[in-house]
T-cell receptor, first 114, second 114 residues
Framework: KAGVTQTPRYLIKTRGQQVTLSCSPI?????VSWYQQTPGQGLQFLFE???????NKGNFPGRFSGRQFSNSRSEMNVSTLELGDSALYLC?????????????FGQGTRLTVV | QQQVKQSPQSLIVQKGGISIINCAYE??????FPWYQQFPGKGPALLIA?????SEKKEGRFTISFNKSAKQFSLHIMDSQPGDSATYFC?????????????FGTGTRLLVSP
């Protein structure tokens, strides 16, 4: 069974640009959640999607958005990039999205904003 | 209320020794407590998880001890090996919210010396 696939693995963007990251969950998993990992703030929850609906959102500005498609693949978008958005962005998939189910992470997308 | 406090920040253990990492939480609604292992350049990998209806769970060399009254849980790595050198994160989530959201500890960098 293939794991969680995130593309691209690395990105370098300029301040003010926008970026789209992609996540393909484990086959059969319907919940996709996104996390930002930085040395200073650790792992922080961005948002979670289930059956194409955003069910919960973390404490991030509106520049961070996402969506989920009918095949459960998800994308997140960051507009008007700031230097502080440089981070490892991680996607996790789980079977049905309830809090007690296992969540499996992808390898992440390393975003560098210059 | 949403925080998970993890200690120590870093840990050096000799090969064959026992590594112990501790976490504490405040929110009594949490009912799922996973541990993740992360190697540099990789996403977090689910190691072992526990629910509050048991006080201990063992998988191979890894054991979670859970103390519900103290709101604490810990990871014990027996017979630690150099290959266990990684960053370990505890996490917690609630199962009755209808969505998947993990609250992470700040991580423990473990170094197992040969």
């Amino acid at each position: 069974k293939a794991g969680v696939t995130q593309t691209p693995r690395y990105l370098i963007k300029t301040r003010g640009q926008q970026v789209t990251l992609s996540c393909s969950p484990i086959s059969g998993h319907r919940s996709v959640s996104w996390y930002q990992q930085t040395p200073g703030q650790g792992l922080q929850f961005l948002f979670e999607y289930f059956s194409e609906t955003q069910r919960n959102k973390g404490n991030f500005p509106g520049r961070f958005s996402g969506r989920q498609f009918s095949n459960s693949r998800s994308e997140m978008n960051v507009s008007t990039l700031e230097l502080g958005d440089s981070a490892l962005y991680l996607c996790a998939s789980s079977l049905d999205g309830q809090g007690v189910t296992e969540a499996f992470f992808g390898q992440g997308t390393r975003l560098t904003v210059v | 209320q949403q925080q998970v406090k993890q200690s120590p920040q870093s840990l050096i253990v000799q090969k064959g020794g026992i590594s112990i990492i501790n976490c504490a939480y405040e929110n009594t609604a949490f009912d799922y407590f996973p541990w993740y292992q992360q190697f540099p350049g990789k996403g977090p990998a689910l190691l072992i998880a526990i629910r509050p209806d048991v006080s201990e769970k063992k998988e191979g060399r890894f054991t979670i001890s859970f103390n519900k009254s103290a709101k604490q849980f810990s990871l014990h790595i027996m017979d630690s090996q150099p290959g266990d050198s990684a960053t370990y994160f505890c996490a917690a989530s609630r199962g009755n919210t209808g969505f998947q959201k993990l609250v992470f500890g700040t991580g423990t960098r473990l170094l197992v010396s040969p």
